[in-house]
C-alpha cells in the first residue's frame, strides 16, 4: 500500500485560494490513481477530484468544476489539489486517497486502498 500525507489546509476567507499537497511513500505511487475526497460535519464524504496514474484523465464534482484543479508529479510522488474562489461551503477535512495499482480512475471511496489522515480546510464568510 501507498503511505499518504496531506498538507496545506487552513483558514481561508471565501473568494481566496489554498493548494493542498499529498506526499506519497512507496514504490507503487505512479500506478495508482488518486483522488481528493472531502467531508463536513454532517455529511458523507464525497469525491472533490480523481487523476489517472498517468496524470491524463480527470474527474471533478460538478460543484467544484472551474474552481479546483486537481495534479500529480510522479517524480516527486505527490499529488495536488489546487483550489481557488474557495467558498463557506467548501469547509471539510479534505483525503487523499490512493487507489489499487492499475485500476481506473474513479470517484468511488470504495476503489481507494490508501487514505491519509485529513486536512483541515475552513473558509470563512
Known amino acids: 500500500q501507498v503511505q499518504l500525507v496531506e498538507s496545506g489546509g487552513g483558514l481561508v476567507q471565501a473568494g481566496g485560494s489554498l493548494r493542498l499537497s499529498c506526499a506519497a511513500s512507496?514504490?507503487?505511487?505512479?500506478?495508482?490513481?488518486m483522488a481528493w475526497f472531502r467531508q463536513a460535519p454532517g455529511k458523507e464524504r464525497e469525491c472533490v477530484a480523481a487523476i489517472s496514474f498517468s496524470g491524463g484523465n480527470t474527474y471533478y464534482a460538478d460543484s467544484v468544476k472551474g474552481r479546483i484543479t486537481i495534479s500529480r508529479d510522479n517524480a516527486k510522488r505527490t499529488v495536488y489539489l489546487e483550489m481557488n474562489s474557495l467558498k463557506p461551503d467548501d469547509t471539510a477535512v479534505y483525503y487523499c486517497?490512493?487507489?489499487?495499482?492499475?485500476?481506473?480512475?474513479?470517484?468511488?471511496?470504495?476503489?481507494?486502498?490508501?487514505w491519509g489522515q485529513g486536512t483541515q480546510v475552513t473558509v470563512s464568510s
Open positions: 512507496g514504490r507503487t505511487f505512479s500506478s495508482c490513481a
Open positions: 486517497a490512493a487507489a489499487r495499482p492499475y485500476w481506473s480512475i474513479s470517484s468511488d471511496q470504495a476503489e481507494f486502498e490508501s
